[in-house]
């Protein structure tokens, strides 16, 4: 059986996965830190490592992510977004609006029922729609990133922001937290803000069928249950949402195998 | 029954960073800026006290204060509240006559206004975005390890400006710190910041039908990097007031100077806030 690896080197994680036709055989993550070259032989060990398989076992290597070019040893490299659409499909086939909340971005894709992207947004620009500002947020409070999400959900009187800039809703933060707002009413705010940047991007490009949160963003259940609320409907999350475009890089690897019969582009080791 | 001669009238301009407060009676008296604190109203209090000082007055001397600013509701011994666009535009007006339009360049904030004899005929503003405001340029101050008034004469010595990337003042910071570290020089990053400002200023003033003069207030008009850049932007020199920073306070005591004496010419009598000072100290 043919094996592929697909590699999605993010701004601050880094994901790989394995394939064997559709299912996942095995899933690494590891943080992005600064040196990518580095990070991605890395979780490329790791994940191969988990089922005793060395480079040569696979059949083809396809890179993603912001830092897909510093993947010495893919074989090519795909757009996140069709990794995205690609991966999310296998998942959740009747998904047709992804969000994606990544470390410095977010994106909404809109995709057809064959798992294809149709058209897509970008929150490139801002922090305020992206993991950055959760970490933002969590330093000021001490507090771990994972404890964001369940905290938020236990708020009963949600602090209100004026603004989704991540620099000035820091500030805001600290002042109401001086005025006595306890943690849980601030991270109920600042889901809201964010979650009001994202409903923004998904309006804008149109809410059609399911809708998937993926991302470490869909790890955060209070920001999950705000874009919720917000659009009023229920969304799907992956198991483990992280993964999701390092899984379609891994299925469109699979698809070039198959269409050149398994010919590599070239032979390259980590 | 007091002459004209010894009345007096105070701003106040309580920015998101600055409180400032001026006094005039005939010419300008008293003008006092002093950080703004979490606690606006003891503030206030305490600036006012340091202006009156300086102009050897009294509470009491005082005859119509107006407020503005971002904190104007928080003066409580202020007799009126007035935006500080308003003021703004009444105070170049007093200081550079050729003005037609205003960039005011504020910690938290930045705004354009168009103005016609002193009055306000159109403005833009940005509050909702750190990019384009002080905030921005006090975080890469900050990020580079450049005192904030130190960052326009490095940044005028530059050889190169080096390009920013990036438009959120969050992913600024991760990318100046990263060219940094790459080797790039400190003079021509913070060219770089100081054009990425006057960038995000140009387009929000762009959206005004600009008229020569231009002058340039706040905070940032201190900054002698980004006037240079928004010169080099816009392609035309920018006025800058002597004390770019009272404007706004400098137009609140105008205004409630002009308001008294229209009044006073009708034979009306303004409300006052009856409120004085408090005894003012800085910490509860």
């Known amino acids: 059986m043919a094996y592929a690896l697909g590699i999605d080197v993010g701004s601050g994680y880094s994901k790989a996965v394995i394939c064997e036709d559709k299912a996942i055989r095995s899933y690494a993550i590891a943080p992005s830190g600064g040196n990518y070259q580095e990070t991605a032989r890395n979780v490329a060990e790791e ?9 040569e076992d696979i059949c083809f290597t396809l890179a993603t992510g912001y830092g897909a070019a510093m993947v010495p040893f893919a074989n090519s490299t795909a757009t996140d977004i069709s990794c995205h659409a690609a991966g999310i499909h296998l998942v959740f086939p009747s998904v047709r609006t992804l969000i994606d909340i990544g470390a410095q971005f977010s994106k909404v894709i809109r995709l057809d029922d064959a798992g294809r992207t149709l058209s897509f947004l970008l929150n490139e620009k801002c922090a305020g729609g992206s993991g950055k500002f959760l970490q933002v947020i969590a330093r000021i409070l001490h507090m771990g990133i994972d404890e964001i999400g369940p905290r938020s959900l236990a708020s009963s009187n949600p602090v209100q922001f004026t603004t989704g800039c991540a620099v000035f809703a820091e500030s805001e933060a600290v002042s109401r937290i001086a005025e006595g707002a306890c943690a849980e009413d601030i991270l109920a705010g600042i889901h809201k803000a964010m979650a009001s940047k994202i409903v923004n991007l998904v309006t804008r490009i149109g809410l059609v069928g399911a809708c998937a949160v993926t991302g470490g963003g869909a790890k955060d259940v209070g920001l999950v249950k705000t874009i919720e609320s917000e659009l009023n409907i229920e969304v799907l999350t992956p198991h483990d949402p992280q993964i999701t475009a390092a899984l379609g890089a891994a299925l469109l690897a699979l698809r070039m195998v198959s269409l050149n019969g398994g010919d590599k582009e070239s032979e390259k080791r980590i | 029954m007091r002459t004209e001669m010894n009345q007096y ?132 101050a900050d990020a580079l390890n450049v005192p904030l008034d130190a960052l326009g004469a490095l940044s005028v010595s530059a050889e190169k400006v080096t390009p920013i990337a ?119």
């Open chain 2, 166 to 284: 990036n438009t959120c003042t969050v992913f600024a910071e991760q990318e100046v710190v990263s060219q940094l570290a790459n080797g790039e020089p400190l003079a021509s990053l913070t060219a770089g910041i100081h054009d990425a400002v006057a960038a995000r200023i140009c387009a929000m003033v762009n959206k005004l039908k600009i008229e020569q003069d231009v002058a340039v207030t706040g905070g940032g008009a201190k900054n002698i990097g980004l006037v240079k850049a928004l010169e080099k932007r816009f392609g035309f020199a920018l006025l800058v007031p002597h004390e770019p920073l009272l404007t706004g306070a400098l137009g609140a005591a105008l205004m409630a100077k002009e308001l008294f004496q229209n009044a006073w010419a009708k034979g009306e009598k303004l409300k006052r806030s009856g409120e004085g000072l408090k005894e003012a100290s800085l910490f509860l």
């Open chain 2, 9 to 140: 009238f105070a701003g106040v301009d309580i920015g998101s960073t600055m409180t400032k407060v001026v006094i005039v009676n005939e010419g300008l008296r008293a003008s006092v800026v002093g950080p703004t604190g979490p606690e606006h109203r003891k503030l206030a209090d305490k600036v006012m006290e340091e202006a009156l000082e300086h102009a050897h007055l009294a509470f009491d001397d005082l005859t119509y204060i107006i407020a503005t600013g971002y904190g104007r509701i928080n003066v409580p011994f202020a007799d009126k509240q007035i935006t500080e666009i308003t003021c703004h535009a009444k105070g170049l007006h007093s200081l550079l006559p050729t003005a037609r339009t205003i960039i005011d360049i504020g910690g938290q904030d930045s705004k354009g206004i168009r103005i016609k004899n002193g009055k306000v005929i159109d403005f833009v503003m940005n509050d909702k975005c750190a990019a384009g405001t002080g905030r921005f340029l006090e975080i890469i």
């Open chain 1, 47 to 55: 994940v191969l490592k988990k089922i005793n398989l060395t480079l």
